[in-house]
């Protein structure tokens, strides 16, 4: 099966996510379904996705101090 590490850290208000897997990256164009890219894009800072194939890793940060998009509050 694939393996999925997620890993957090807050740093001086700036959230930083990880997310790693054994999988490779399918866009959701390629298979017609999802919303998570559209919903990180929305919603962080930065946004960075590499992968070889065999080996994804999603980075995600998120500045505290910026306000969020329009109706979710902070």
């Known amino acids: 099966g694939t393996q999925v590490s997620v890993h957090g850290v807050l740093v001086d208000g700036v959230v930083t996510l990880v997310v790693e897997n054994s999988g490779g990256w399918h866009s959701?164009?390629?298979?017609?379904?999802?919303?998570?890219?559209?919903?990180?894009?929305?919603?962080?800072?930065?946004?960075?996705?590499t992968s070889n194939g065999s080996h994804t890793?999603?980075?995600?940060?998120?500045?505290?101090?910026?306000?969020?998009?329009?109706?979710?509050?902070?």
């Open 28 to 49: 959701h164009e390629e298979r017609g379904r999802g919303r998570g890219l559209v919903l990180m894009e929305a919603l962080m800072s930065e946004l960075e996705i």
């Open 57 to 74: 890793v999603v980075e995600m940060r998120k500045d505290l101090s910026e306000p969020g998009p329009p109706g979710l509050g902070r």
